[in-house]
C-alpha cells in the first residue's frame, strides 16, 4: 500500500515528510493543488487509486500561528496564504479591490449580512493608510457592524476573515472539478471521502456526489446520505471538529450499454 498526499502549504510537507519518515518510499507528498490530482499521479504512472480524502479548508497549524494571518486571535500580517510561494495576499485583496468587489467576496464566500457595510468601513479606512495587519482589520470590521453583532455567538471578523481566506486561495473555484478527477481515478469498489468545513464547500460535494450518481452512466454510489458530523465527546476533546462534515461515495462499475 502507497500513500500519496498532497498539500499546498510547503510547511505542512515538510512536517508529515518529517513525522512519516519511518514508512520511506511507501509515502510520497508534494506541494501542489488538489486540482492537479490527476496530473500528479499520471506523473506517477498511476491510473487508479483504492480511495482518495479530500480535507478541505485550512488547518490548525496555519490558524495558531500569528505569522500567517489566518486568524484575528493575535495581531499579525494580513497573508492568509495557504501557498507562500504565491504573490496574492489577503492585504492585496483588503487594500485594492473595489468597494463592490469587497462587498461581493464578503458576501458570496463569508455569508456575511452585513458586506456592504464592512465592504464600505475597510475602503475608508485604507484612504488614510493601507491596512496591513489582522488586527486592524478586526477592529474596522467591529466598528462597522451594529454593536449587538460585536457580541454574537462568534466573533464579528470570523465571516469576513472566513471570505479573504476563500478569495486569497480561490479555494472553491477548482474543488468540483478536482472532485470530478477524484472519481475517474477511483478502482471499483474505491472510496472518496471529503471532510468540509462550512456550507459552501458541503453544498458543492453535495451537488457534484449527486451528479456522479445519476444515470446510466454513473460512477459513484453515494454512502452518506447525510453527512457525518462529529459526535459530542470529539468536540469536547477538539472544539475545531464542531463544524466538520464528512461525505462518502464508492465508485462503482460502469454499465456497458447492450
Known amino acids: ?17 518529517e513525522r512519516l519518515a519511518e ?17 500528479c499521479l499520471m506523473d ?8 482518495v480524502l479530500f480535507d478541505l479548508g485550512a488547518s490548525s497549524p496555519q490558524f495558531d500561528d500569528p505569522r500567517r494571518g489566518f486568524s484575528f486571535r493575535e495581531d499579525g500580517p494580513l497573508d492568509m496564504r495557504m501557498d507562500r510561494t504565491t504573490e496574492m495576499t489577503a492585504a ?22 452585513y458586506a456592504r457595510r464592512i465592504a464600505r468601513a475597510i475602503v475608508r479606512a485604507r484612504e488614510q493608510s493601507p491596512i496591513e495587519t489582522t488586527g486592524e482589520l478586526a477592529s474596522i470590521i467591529a466598528r462597522a457592524v451594529p454593536a449587538s453583532y460585536r457580541h454574537g455567538r462568534i466573533h464579528c471578523a470570523t465571516r469576513t476573515f472566513q471570505a479573504l481566506r476563500i478569495a486569497t486561495n480561490r479555494e472553491l473555484e477548482s474543488l468540483e472539478p478536482a472532485l470530478d478527477d477524484a472519481a475517474d481515478l477511483l478502482a471499483p469498489g474505491g472510496r472518496l471521502c471529503v ?39 470529539e468536540c469536547r476533546e477538539n472544539p475545531r471538529a464542531r463544524s466538520a462534515k464528512l461525505r462518502v461515495a464508492e465508485r462503482v462499475v460502469e454499465r456497458t450499454p447492450r
Not at 199 to 218: N, T
Open 92 to 113: 492585496t485583496l483588503v487594500n485594492r479591490e473595489p468597494e463592490h468587489a469587497l462587498a461581493d467576496i464578503i458576501y458570496r464566500y463569508g455569508e456575511e449580512r
Open 195 to 233: 471532510i468540509s468545513f462550512h456550507s459552501l464547500e458541503d453544498r458543492i460535494v453535495k451537488r457534484v456526489f449527486r451528479a456522479l450518481a445519476q444515470g446510466p452512466g454513473a460512477r459513484l454510489s453515494v454512502l452518506t446520505k447525510k453527512p457525518i458530523v462529529p459526535a459530542e465527546e
Open 44 to 51: 506517477m504512472g498511476m491510473s487508479q487509486v483504492g480511495g
Open 23 to 39: 514508512f520511506g518510499d511507501r509515502v510520497t507528498l508534494k506541494q501542489t493543488d488538489y486540482r492537479d490530482l490527476k496530473c
Open 1 to 17: 500500500m502507497k500513500l500519496i498526499g498532497l498539500d499546498r502549504d510547503g510547511e505542512a510537507i515538510a512536517y508529515s515528510k
